[in-house]
């Protein structure tokens, strides 16, 4: 995945980036999407997916780790954030989410990051003031 820098002036121009990357992506690909709250990491997830025919609300999971959303592909959005350690997890928790007819996106990877294959791309976003972000794709 070619490493580039995009700066966006809103959530739309954010969604188009990750339209962008979604166009790029297949089934059995993780999409790490880092950044502090309010970057704009679920905005970011929202735009892949309705690039990749999710048509209903795109949200963070909040009392999961993950959703399922749409199907071919089938995405699975997860949001690690409240995870804390994986140790003393079940490995199982992430393979449920995590299979190779999916596309997935994971919001808060740091914690799973070992344990994760088949990385495609790691999105990285920062508040450049207002509305503006600097999103990373490597
Ligand atoms: P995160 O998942 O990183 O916590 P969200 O995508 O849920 O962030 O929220 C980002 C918030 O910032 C949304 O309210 C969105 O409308 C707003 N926003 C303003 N400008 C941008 C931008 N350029 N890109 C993405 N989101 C933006
Ligand atoms: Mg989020």
Redesign the pocket.
Known sequence: MPHHVKH????C??EAVGAELAGRLTPGDVVLVS??????????VRGACRALGVEGPVT?PTFTIGQLLGDSPQIAHLDLYRLGSLAGEDPALLEDYLTPDRVAFV?WPGVAEPRLERVAARVT?EHAGG???RITVA
């Open positions: 966006t002036q809103g959530p121009e954010t950044g502090e709250l309010g970057s704009g990491k679920t905005t970011f963070s919001e976003l509305d503006r972000r």
